[in-house]
């Protein structure tokens, strides 16, 4: 008896889903990210309109001043949909996990001069209510924005913030034996401690912005541009003449997030800025506000770390590389 193999080559009715077709034509095969993106949010058949937001649709253009022709042209260069997202966070994770436990073994944190290691508690882990602010802010922006290519970005980068938060509470057990003493003291000196409290102001007032894009401005480019450069940049390196290796390896995710994020903050206002003269004046305006507020915000700190010359002149730069970002975006600074 022979047997006779034959392979038979099946051609696909249709090469994607009809949300693609409908903008790249049936021929076209889509990507994971357009195919788990592009046009997934609803945008009919609701049956009323929030009780807590009466005025608007449950997704609404009209929650932000911002106009765009189309929403889903602000897409993430990372192209991050919930598969590559988690697969790269959990990627990082397992980086941030060999790096404590690298730290422990060999009680890196140990050597750290004490009186960096009591800057790096005043600092540092305040920082970790700041994050909890900036995830708060990534979920408004999700439930308010419009445009899945947005709005699922941010809560990519709310979680991100939140994990944040976490790493930094980590380290404060790290610091203090596991007791939670250094957390009760951050948290006390991120209600009280005079440095620490236009930095509070900021983190507050952005939870209550109206308009959600001007909220992103203000977290995403303003806030952030100036944070991860001062502590994670000049602290840090401020930190490595006093033994403070281990510090830098346990919040090396948030330089190389910093970096990531940027990336896309980035793509979304210059995208959304490039679309009219009334979007560029309208997002210039926010810059201009939140862009001084963050500055202004974090002298005070900046000066009790580095001290008085140092830490203005580390202010200074962090806003001018944050002024000459926002130029490259186009914006009008």
Known sequence: MTIDIKTLKVEPRRQTYANIARRFGVDKPASRYEEATLDIQATANFHYKPLWGADHWHFDEGRTAVVMRDWYALRDPRQYYYATYNIARANQYQ?????????????????????????????????????????????????????????????????DHLAMAQIIGRIGLAL???????????????????????????????LVIGDWFEQF??????????????????????????????????TEFMSDWSAENARWADAVIKGAAAESPENRALISGWFATWSRRAADAWRPLAMRVLGEAAGAAAADEASGALTARARKLGLDV
Request: glycine share 10%.
């Open 95 to 159: 980086t941030t996990e060999r790096n404590f436990e690298f730290v422990e073994k060999r009680a890196l944190l140990a050597l750290m001069e004490p009186a960096w290691r009591d800057t790096v508690e005043f600092y540092l882990l305040p920082l970790r209510h700041a994050e909890w602010a900036a995830n708060m802010n990534g979920a408004d922006m999700c439930d308010r924005g419009y445009g899945t290519a947005v709005t699922a970005p941010c809560l990519f980068a709310g979680v």
């Open 176 to 206: 203090d034996g596991n007791t939670g003493t250094s957390l009760e003291r951050a948290r006390e000196r991120w209600m009280t401690a005079p440095e620490w409290q236009e930095i509070r102001r900021l983190a507050e007032d952005t």
């Open 217 to 250: 401005v203000a977290q995403n480019l303003c806030i952030d541009g100036v944070l991860y450069p001062l502590v994670y940049g000049r602290f840090d390196a401020e930190g490595q003449r006093a033994g403070g290796a281990g510090v830098s390896m346990l």
